[in-house]
Structure formats: structure tokens, C-alpha cells
């Protein structure tokens, strides 16, 4: 058996869409289970609409969250000459023909299939009409001569046998009549070139594949294994489109969703294996199979996403946990300066405390991160006399500690509670404002010992002054 080599061809006309970083993953997962190779195809072939600016935004989100394709990416606009050779040979070799059909002709062939309610099958008119009745003003299209007669079987690797009756299958365009191949020949061509051993991919794909079956036995090639994953659903139940929220990779990289968390996700979006939930790279790799992959659509549930980053953001070393945030705060928010990362590191214990997201840990980070303190407006409205004289006290006290720990500062906001005649809010809110500029966020202590004395000091004695 030759090794296992499959595949993910991504069209360059959008944002990659979080059903096809699914089929990706499924491709890559299966390749490196067999120890074969995963190969990256462009299509873009769509010339009006394919942009650069998309494909390497394709690129770059597989490789963000751990896919990577074995040798160069394929280009699919580059091999259209391989493709209009083969639709000659079909043609030389009776498999194919020219249809002069006028594009009148198909419209009313359309409109009678709709006036019947019945699907529209192009009507095979010039499947064996002499060329010499062909018209001078048409440019004819070349289609592919499908089999009429029984019934064919899919074997396919998730759903089972699919059995279809061939006369529902039509005789499919493959050289439209300015010249350019259609998806379906390409494909099969592209797919035969680059020696794909299994096609992996959206059930939506399920009838282009009896067409691309018949392609491959009439020029006697090999022909792949086929598996057809279910789509992703909506939590409505709807299929889920490029045009809804939440759809795309950078959707969930822009709000802090980390790359190990998303993949693990994905991986049991539609796919089980005992009844394992969290699994390192090493073991998504180890236990994947088509075995696990349901015959259902599977629901995106952003809840059980957050749930997810929630609990990597627990679990994993503090180490890769801050190189995650830098990351993300360089792409989406400020780059933390060097002189900080020590300070946040340090912090992170309470900085990840309830966050589901990097960007929660950013919004509890901000007070270090940034060196003048941001005033929520509606917050600094609380700073009154009383409020001043409170900061006024507690920079008075922490001035004279030396070790600044929480053992230390107990006493502190304690001895203010009673002087003041108040409560541990009306000593620990305006401190917090004055030093992060919100009333919200960490734990008073662990704000002053996260800043240290002297920046501590420094923000207390801005406000007082």
C-alpha cells in the first residue's frame, strides 16, 4: 500500500472559515497517524476574487494553530494547462463531448425543471449528435460523458456505502466554452498529480465526488479513498457560514483564544475517542482515526469554547501561559515592554484568576502593563475628600513598610476600616482606583504587591497631590 498522503485545498476568496480549520486537522491528524504527508493546495482558480492577502492569512492561521503542510503549497492557477490535456484526452477518448447548447438553451431547460419541481439534469442533447449539426456562433463547452446505465457505490470512510443511481448524476461541464477548467476536473486531475491516497472532506462534497470517481476510472487511474465529515452547525441548528460571528480562525485568536485550546475543540467537534476530553498534540495525534468521527452535524457552542481556554489557561505552565499573552497583546492590544515581563510573570497566578480568555488576563494586567493609570471616568467620580484622606493614610503607612506582603498590609487596611468607621470597600475602592483606575479587578493586595512600593507610592501620591 502506498504511504499515506492527504490533503486540505482552501480557496483564497475569504478569511479561513473554522470548518475548514476542522477538515484540515482531520487531514493533518490522519496523515501523521499513518506517518504520511499533509500537502496544502490553493485553488485559485476564481481569479476575480482569489487574493494573496488570503492566502497567506490561510497559511498563517494553520500554522498558528499547529498545522503545518509538508513541502511547498501547491497552485492550483499553475496546473491549468495539466488540466484542459485531460479534458482533450476524455474527448479524444470518448469520454467526453462538445456541447453546443446556448446558454437560452440551458435557461429553458432550467425553467421546465422548476415548472415540475423536479431537479435540473442538462438533457444530454449533443451527448451523440453529429458535429457536423453544430452551430457556427457557438462556442461549444466540453462535457464529461457520465455513465447512465445502474447504479454506483461510495465506500465512504465515515458515512458507509452511499449507493446512487448513475442517471441522477448529469453530464457535468469540465472546459467551460472560454477554455478554463471546472472545479470537478481539476480537482480530480490536482488530486491524482499530487498522489492524494485519501480525500478527506465537508459531506457537502459527497455528489462531486461520484463525478470525480467517474473521471478517475475513465483514464484508468487509482482511485483515492474518500471520507465525508458532517458539517459544522450553528447552536440554532442552522449551517454555519462564512457570513456568521465566530466563523473565522481570527474571530477567536482576536478575543485571546489560544491556539492548543481552540485546536483540542476542534478535534472533538464531531470526533470521540473513549470518553477523553482534553488531549496534549502527542495524543490527538496517537488516537485519531475515522473511526471516531460521527455521522451527525456538530454544533459550534462558544461557551464550550470559552469552557475550554478556560481550563488551559488553569492548567498550563505560567511560562507558556505569558508567552501566549505576549502574543496576543502584540498583535491585538500593546506589546508588553521587557522591563514588565518580570512584574506579569510573577503576577499571573492572580491575573488568570476567572479569566476565560487572554483578553481577560490583559484587562487584569493592564495596571502593570501600562505606566500611567487609565481612569474609568464614572470611577474616579469616587474619589471624594474621604476617599483622599483613605489613600492619604494607607501611602503614609506603606511608605514605612519594608517587606511588602500581604502579612504586612492586613494590618494596614484593618487599622484604616477603623478609624475611617467603614468597611473594607470604603478602604480598598478608592486605593484601587488610584492605583489601576478602576473600581473592578484583582485582589487589593496582590495589586500593591504586583506594583511594588515604590510605583505603588508614586500613583497614590498623584491623586493626593
Known amino acids: 500500500m502506498s504511504k499515506v498522503a492527504t490533503r486540505f485545498a ?4 475569504g478569511a479561513l472559515h ?10 493533518w491528524l490522519f496523515s501523521k497517524n499513518k506517518k504520511g504527508t499533509f500537502h496544502l493546495r490553493i485553488e485559485d482558480t476564481d481569479k476575480e476574487r482569489s487574493k494573496n492577502e488570503y492566502k497567506d492569512q490561510i497559511i498563517k492561521s494553520l500554522k498558528w494553530i499547529g498545522i503545518e503542510h509538508d513541502g511547498g503549497e501547491y497552485i492550483q492557477s499553475q496546473k491549468i494547462e495539466d488540466h484542459i490535456k485531460i479534458a482533450n484526452e476524455l474527448l479524444q477518448n470518448g469520454k ?10 440551458i435557461e429553458e431547460q432550467k425553467k421546465r425543471a422548476r415548472q415540475k419541481k423536479m431537479p435540473y439534469i442538462y438533457n444530454r442533447k449533443w451527448r451523440d449528435t453529429d458535429e457536423k449539426d453544430a452551430p457556427k456562433n457557438v462556442k461549444p463547452v466540453i462535457r464529461f460523458k ?3 446505465e445502474g447504479s454506483s457505490v461510495l465506500k465512504d470512510l465515515v458515512q458507509g456505502d452511499i449507493e446512487i443511481e448513475n442517471s441522477t448524476i448529469e453530464d457535468f461541464i469540465i472546459l467551460r466554452n472560454d477554455g478554463t477548467p471546472t472545479y470537478n476536473l481539476s480537482a480530480t486531475v490536482d488530486d491524482h498529480q499530487m498522489g492524494m491516497t485519501h480525500i478527506i472532506r465537508g459531506d457537502d462534497h459527497k455528489i462531486n465526488t ?7 476510472q475513465a483514464m484508468n487511474w487509482k482511485v483515492p479513498e474518500f471520507a465525508h465529515i458532517p458539517l459544522i452547525h450553528t447552536i440554532e441548528g442552522k449551517k454555519l457560514s462564512k457570513r456568521d460571528n465566530a466563523s473565522t480562525l481570527d ?9 492548543n485550546a481552540l485546536r483540542n475543540y476542534l478535534l472533538r467537534l464531531g470526533w470521540s475517542y473513549q470518553d477523553k476530553e482534553i488531549f496534549t498534540l502527542e495524543e490527538s495525534i496517537e488516537h485519531f482515526n475515522l473511526e471516531g468521527i460521527g455521522k451527525s452535524p456538530s454544533k459550534l457552542d462558544i461557551s464550550r469554547i470559552l469552557s475550554m481556554n478556560e481550563h488551559y489557561i488553569k492548567t498550563i505552565d505560567e511560562n507558556d501561559l505569558y508567552q501566549n499573552l505576549f502574543e496576543y497583546c502584540k498583535i491585538y492590544k500593546e506589546k508588553i515592554n521587557s522591563d514588565k515581563e518580570t512584574k ?9 484568576n476567572k479569566a476565560k480568555t487572554l483578553e481577560d488576563i490583559y484587562h487584569n494586567a493592564k495596571f502593570i502593563i501600562n505606566n500611567e493609570v487609565n481612569f474609568n471616568e464614572d470611577d474616579f467620580k469616587l474619589i471624594d475628600n474621604k476617599a483622599k484622606k483613605i489613600i492619604l493614610e494607607f501611602s503614609k503607612k506603606l511608605s514605612t513598610i519594608s517587606k511588602i506582603n500581604k502579612e504586612n498590609l492586613e494590618p494596614v487596611v484593618n487599622n484604616l476600616i477603623k478609624t475611617n468607621d467603614t468597611n473594607f470597600k470604603g478602604v480598598g475602592q478608592p486605593v484601587r482606583i488610584a492605583l489601576t483606575g478602576s473600581k473592578f479587578g484583582p485582589g487589593l493586595y496582590d495589586i500593591v504587591i504586583a506594583l511594588g512600593k515604590e510605583e505603588a507610592l508614586k500613583r497614590l501620591n498623584k491623586i493626593i497631590s
Open 10 to 13: 482552501p480557496s483564497p476568496t
Open 18 to 27: 473554522i470548518g475548514g480549520v476542522r477538515t484540515a486537522l482531520f487531514n
Open 96 to 105: 467526453a463531448y462538445k456541447c453546443y447548447c446556448s446558454s437560452e438553451e
Open 146 to 148: 457520465s455513465n447512465i
Open 210 to 216: 461520484f463525478k470525480q470517481i467517474q473521471i478517475y
Open 251 to 259: 474571530d477567536y485568536s482576536k478575543i485571546g483564544i489560544m491556539p
Open 344 to 352: 506579569v510573570k510573577s503576577s499571573l497566578s492572580f491575573l488568570k
